[in-house]
């Protein structure tokens, strides 16, 4: 990785990558909220050059990770950024806003643990823990009896073994949230099955992270 | 929860070290050939390696301009003088902050736990390869062996300042590399147990008070004087002193003080080194 700190440069380098993933792709404009030691330590830290870098979609050992602020407005990525209270959460903590600029907007709320590692606390109102060690699936879905089943059953047929699942939602009814950590990859033919059951609205695929 | 005793317990059981129990808990874990993984590895020790040469090199200084240079000047006392404390405590101060250098000018590095404590295990592989001529794929095994006694740590404890203070990172840092110092010098699986132990009580209770929230000062010098502790911890170890608190309690001691520690000394810079003085200067200067 790139220095100095893991938790504070490749821990958000990271956290930005997921976020722009949670997204579905490059967004154009970021509003990026740190709280607790992101906040008072992050300028020292390169804290602020690490977020824009993973939203840009670099990897922690990228050495122009010093460069990205420059990098994102050359790309055509607003990112503005401030501090905030975002109350018992772990004391590096960043909630993203993000848009791409079309239809897709999302905010993602993660921490830095340590040595690097992730974990997303919260996506849009939706509680979730996803670490990025393992492969995920993140499928927003309409609260429906049987969907929960016709998703795994499809993972059952590609194969997939489940490691862990967590199923948030609104209210009863309404739209809810799958996270499901898997032990193999799944395949982007299995997306698209997802895709073509009704109630789903959304299924995307976070690859594990692993330093090379 | 994962305990290194386990480990110790297996290594004893089949004649294995420490390191060889950790390639076959990943093995089955990730999913991967030893060789995927002893190759990955090795890139790792290869980034060590580099980011010493350039740190002892002396012309990397950080963007404030506070750090950068130390190494080399304590490298240049090798040739020059009769040092204080020998070519290998010598080596050793000088590696560990070329590395840490060369991180504070966010430079590449290998987070070992972390970027902040990152000198440490370069320091300490290194030196022992000097001193006992080791052969590179022992130095492979033996940074499984500090892995996982990270890997235990961050399980049962943390390796985050914002968590545990800076005995969570240059504690952890000086643990892993007193392990794996331990078995380079032909230390049993128990012995590297002993050393981690001795290292992490040592380091118990240290505060992360970054000046300026920089990981600079006292950050860098922290993990020269680290590195000489995990040199000393292995030397008793190998000398067949045990430690009288095992070492996965003392790693559930070092999260407890942790989690007693006030938010001001876990990386807020807003207590401590960063609240003297010259500290709080330092600070209206550069952020």
Known sequence: MVGPSS???AGAVRLGKMARTILGGMPERAQVILHGSFAQTGKGHGTYEALAAGLLGLN????????????????????????????????????FILTDGQ???????????????IRIERVNEFPVEITGDYPALIVLHQDLPGVVAQVTSLLAAAQVNIAQMRVAREKKGAQALMVVETDQRVAPAAVELMHKVPAVLRALVIEPWQER | MRAYADWVKAAQDCGLKIGQVVIHEQMAELEQSEDELRLRMRAHLEVMRQSVTAGLSGDRLSHTGLSGGDAAKVWARRGQTLTLTGPVINGAIARALAVAEVNAG?????AAPTAGSCGVLPAVLLTVEEQLRIAEEDLVTALFTAAGVGMIIADRASVSGAEGGCQAEIGSAAAMAAAAAAELGGGSAAQTAAAAAIALKSLLGLVCDPVAGLVEVPCIKRNATATTLALTAAEMALAGIASAIPLDEVIDVMGEIGHQMPCALR?????GLAMSPTGQRIRAKFV
Do not use: C
């Open chain 1, 7 to 9: 938790s504070h440069t």
């Open chain 1, 60 to 95: 922690p050992d990228n050495e122009r990770i010093p460069e990205a602020l420059s990098l994102a407005a050359a790309q055509g990525l607003k990112v503005e950024f401030r501090t905030a209270d975002l109350g018992d959460v772990h004391p590096n903590t960043v909630k």
């Open chain 1, 103 to 117: 239809e897709r907007n999302v905010e993602v709320t993660g921490s830095s643990i340590g040595g690097g590692r």
């Open chain 2, 106 to 110: 966010m430079g590449k590095i290998v």
């Open chain 2, 267 to 271: 990386e807020t810079a807003q207590g």
